[in-house]
């Protein structure tokens, strides 16, 4: 149900927790704002800080669902504020920041660190040891087909919501998660990447890759770019599946 134009008073209540500061202390605090047509909780959290608060912690870059920036908990949902409209939500919200990744403050949290751990694993660039001697070598034709199927998965922004909505890397935190396995059958499309299956199997073909994932469907289900998570899974698990047959 559309709630705008009902001059609705927001009641939003924020876990708010500095980690670098010895005396606080997890804790709810609620804030109140008057709601407008249109608003996200991008520009409700804006305006708490701008008029209530000024001390309170989270993110953003684009404002537009691209960067990935303002993920956090939405009711217990992970997703972006800024494309999460308060008019589809109830009178009362509550946030909280995505876990498992490190805590900055309140709501704002540090998902570089953990992407960029999860790229030097499994080694997410282009391995063709000809292109990178000559730097004078073209690129030949891609299949546009297989290049709009690639550029699919490239629309992955790491916001870490599929991480936060895993089953699995709550109980196995080395699980490489959807993201992971996104990327890997990324560079497995492509064909400029000239490493082997067998050497996918090393990265990926064991309980910490493809074969911990529980198939939940959490990932997908709140994957704001709605990327194609578990059907690549699935590809990955069947190439997985016959590399290991053959080893």
């Known amino acids: 149900m559309n709630k705008e134009n009902s001059n609705r008073v927001l009641k939003i209540s924020i876990l708010r927790f500095d980690p670098n500061d010895p005396e606080d202390f ?9 709601e407008a047509v249109g608003m996200t909780l991008f520009i409700a959290l804006n305006d708490i800080r701008e008029h209530q608060d000024n001390s309170l912690k989270f993110d953003f870059v684009c404002r537009a669902g691209i960067c990935g920036s303002c993920s956090m908990l939405v009711n217990g949902r992970p997703t ?8 589809k939500l ?19 949290i540090y998902t570089g660190k953990w992407m960029r751990g999860l790229n030097k694993r499994l080694e997410t660039w282009i391995h063709d040891k000809e292109m990178q001697l000559s730097i004078d070598k073209l690129e030949e034709a891609m299949d546009p087909d297989l290049a709009d199927e690639i550029y699919e998965l490239d629309r992955c922004i790491e916001c870490g919501c599929c991480v936060a909505g895993c089953g699995t890397i709550q109980m196995r935190p080395d699980f490489v998660g959807a993201v992971g396995l996104n990327k890997i059958a990324r560079y497995h499309l492509d064909p400029r990447d000239k490493r082997s299956d067998e050497e996918y199997y090393e990265l990926i073909g064991d309980e910490d ?6 198939t939940l469907l959490g990932c997908e289900d709140v994957c704001p770019k709605d990327l194609p ?13 016959r590399t290991g047959m053959k080893s």
């Open 26 to 34: 997890p804790h709810m605090e609620t804030f109140e704002v008057l």
């Open 80 to 87: 972006l504020a800024c494309r999460t409209l308060t008019s």
């Open 90 to 108: 109830d009178e009362h919200i509550t946030l909280a920041p995505l876990p498992l990744f490190e805590l900055i403050g309140d709501l704002s």
């Open 209 to 214: 890759g493809v074969f911990g994932c529980m």
């Open 229 to 241: 998570l578990q059907s690549k899974i699935a590809y990955l698990r069947r190439m997985m599946l």
